[in-house]
T-cell receptor, first 112, second 116 residues
Framework: EDQVTQSPEALRLQEGESSSLNCSYT??????LFWYRQDPGKGPEFLFT???AGEEKEKERLKATLTKKESFLHITAPKPEDSATYLC?????????????FGKGTKLTVNP | GAVVSQHPSRVICKSGTSVKIECRSL??????MFWYRQFPKQSLMLMAT?????????EQGVEKDKFLINHASLTLSTLTVTSAHPEDSSFYIC????????????FGPGTRLTVT
């Protein structure tokens, strides 16, 4: 069964305190790994797609990396506005198409 | 670009009634849209894949007669929750890939359904 596990479930940081979020996966055939940001009561906002081990993507204070078994979302010098739940998802084959399987997310709180 | 909207954002209905949720792609055409359900502190769970002009594909365990999906145009998919019960209360979110064949999905803002 395809599974995505995110850790930690919740993370509290002080403004400027860098850290990393983890997403580990066991899937039958990885077609892509995705990071999303979700604010309370809102739909997920697309951040990154990673396709192969060793790939890295950056956007402002965020950098996503991918290995064969896991992905990390590194947050450098976070600000309070980075507070959100960060979701990891993998695209896996289903019949003749694909579907996303999501982890439960990491709730990040950045205190000023 | 790649904006997906949903309507309504919140709905409260009585047990036994039906509720329709709309999902629209505003600046692109979507031959495929996806419907998810999210319970508090849980993952987004795929309910069904909506295909324009054909029947939706439902995930295992999702009752297709209860969750009716219609994808009548390239910019609109609807999810109707029929004979709603309190256990159907959840956050329903739709998504679509902005370009046919891409794997990225862009999500709508979600609809909070409360069944009393």
């Amino acid at each position: 069964e395809d599974q995505v596990t995110q850790s930690p479930e919740a993370l509290r940081l002080q403004e400027g305190e860098s850290s990393s979020l983890n997403c580990s996966y066991t899937v039958s055939g990885l077609r892509g790994l995705f990071w999303y940001r979700q604010d309370p009561g809102k739909g997920p906002e697309f951040l990154f797609t990673l396709y192969s081990a060793g790939e890295e993507k950056e956007k402002e204070r965020l950098k996503a990396t991918l290995t064969k078994k896991e992905s990390f979302l590194h947050i450098t010098a976070p600000k309070p506005e980075d507070s959100a739940t960060y979701l990891c998802a993998v695209s896996v084959p289903q019949g003749g198409s694909e579907k996303l399987v999501f982890g439960k997310g990491t709730k990040l709180t950045v205190n000023p | 670009g790649a904006v997906v909207s949903q309507h309504p954002s919140r709905v409260i209905c009585k047990s036994g009634t039906s509720v329709k949720i709309e999902c629209r792609s505003l600046d692109f055409q979507a031959t495929t849209m996806f419907w998810y359900r999210q319970f508090p502190k849980q993952s987004l769970m795929l309910m069904a894949t909506s295909n324009e002009g054909s029947k939706a594909t439902y995930e295992q365990g999702v009752e297709k007669d209860k969750f009716l999906i219609n994808h009548a145009s390239l910019t609109l998919s609807t999810l109707t929750v029929t004979s709603a019960h309190p256990e159907d209360s959840s956050f329903y979110i739709c998504s679509a890939p902005p370009t046919s064949g891409t794997r990225e999905q862009y999500f709508g803002p979600g609809t909070r359904l409360t069944v009393t």
